[in-house]
């Protein structure tokens, strides 16, 4: 069963506006929520991460939405540049002995120019 | 990625034989993972290490081994290679177990015949 998921496989987005990627998870003891970007040939890379107590962490062009209620969060990219094209995997951290990181399935963002 | 190192970066084995992949890192972090990374299920942890000689098994761990004899490096051996089990595979480390980001190498793609 997957805790984290990421409905949307890919999502196409026009160069200047907004990038919205989301994830939903199941496990309400997850504490913390990250967001990766892979690129093709290399391994994934830290974005941005939200701790269970926010509902908003901001970073310059990327902000993360947390929803608890919904066990919802999302993604935001604005303005959306070509260098933004890659793969954005959410995940999710618990700590059961030592702590783990849950990933969804990912999502491939292209900005088209 | 600087102080994470994966080799094989390729490798194509036949079905049965047994297959070693390494992760070597310079970082001398105490918390070592290996990922495997598959189309529709983003990635998923084999088996994590969280000091030399201690491991543990993660969600997908049937059919792996691993070790760490050394701070710096974190053994993945394939004991009978099977079809399913040709995927990427990531090398992951971190500082503490509280941390809120790993950093991963840039994988080994596994292709077995």
């Known amino acids: 069963d997957q805790q984290v998921k990421q409905n949307s496989p890919s999502l196409s987005v026009q160069e200047g506006r907004i990038s919205i990627l989301n994830c939903d998870y199941t496990n309400s003891m997850f504490d913390y929520f990250l967001w990766y970007k892979k690129y093709p040939a290399e391994g994934p890379t830290f974005l941005i991460s939200?701790?269970?107590?926010?509902d908003k962490n901001e970073d310059g062009r990327f902000t993360v939405f947390l929803n608890k209620s919904a066990k919802h969060l999302s993604l935001h990219i604005v303005p959306s540049q070509p260098g933004d094209s890659a793969v954005y995997f959410c995940a999710a951290s618990f700590i059961q002995g030592a702590q783990k990181l849950v990933f969804g399935q990912g999502t491939r963002l292209t900005i088209n120019p | 990625d600087a102080g994470i190192t994966q080799s094989p970066r390729h490798k194509v084995t036949e079905t049965g034989t047994p297959v070693t992949l390494r992760c070597h890192q310079t970082e001398n972090h105490r918390y070592m993972y290996w990922y495997r990374q598959d189309p529709g299920h983003g990635l998923r942890l084999i088996h994590y290490s969280y000091g030399v000689k201690d491991t543990d098994k993660g969600e997908v761990s049937d059919g792996y081994s691993v070790s760490r004899s050394k701070t710096e490096d974190f053994l993945l051996t394939l004991e009978s290679a099977t079809s399913s089990q040709t995927s990427v595979y990531f090398c992951?480390?971190?500082?503490?177990?509280?941390?809120?980001?790993?950093?991963f190498g840039s994988g080994t793609r596994l292709t077995v015949v």
């Open positions: 939200i701790s269970s107590i926010k």
């Open positions: 992951a480390i971190s500082e503490t177990d509280r941390t809120t980001s790993y950093t």
